[in-house]
């Protein structure tokens, strides 16, 4: 044996998660905190490698009932609006047994930004307009920050449904 790995992971470890009806329309509301943690012990040099991580989520959407577009052969539909914000913190230690030292070798924090509109076009197809953005702020000097962006519109036929 080589190596021997202990992975723990709380996701999430405390949430709040409801749909709140005000007048036939739903109002989404969310909170997570997530933990986890993974160890790797290695007999080849004797030190234990370990990663820490911490996350907060809070969202909040609105589902619209009947919401109709501008198109006349498209029915009205719901419409569902998200967005998530998380804050995330990750610490990689490197642990030497033999030398009794502690060294943090990696770490970030992510900032990430989710939002999303879906709209049920027919009973098979969805419609979704997407933004997504993620920025990573690193807790060593030898890394740089980072962000990802990225935004469009899908398309989803369900195969389900169809007869």
Known sequence: ????????????????????????QGLITKIEYKKDRSATLSLNNNQITEVLGNEWVIGSGYKFEKVKLP?????????????????????????????????????????????SADYNVTQNLTVQLYYDQVINTPKIATSFPTGNMSTGIRLRFNLAAVQ
């Open 1 to 24: 044996i080589q190596n021997v790995t202990l992975s723990e992971r709380f996701s999430p470890l405390l949430g709040f998660d409801a749909t709140w009806n005000i007048k036939g």
């Open 71 to 115: 198109f006349e052969k498209i029915p009205a539909s719901a419409l569902n609006i998200r967005f998530d914000l998380s804050f995330r913190d990750n610490l990689t230690v490197i642990r030497k047994i033999v030398e009794n030292t502690n060294q943090a070798t990696a770490g970030q924090r992510v900032v990430s930004i989710k939002s």
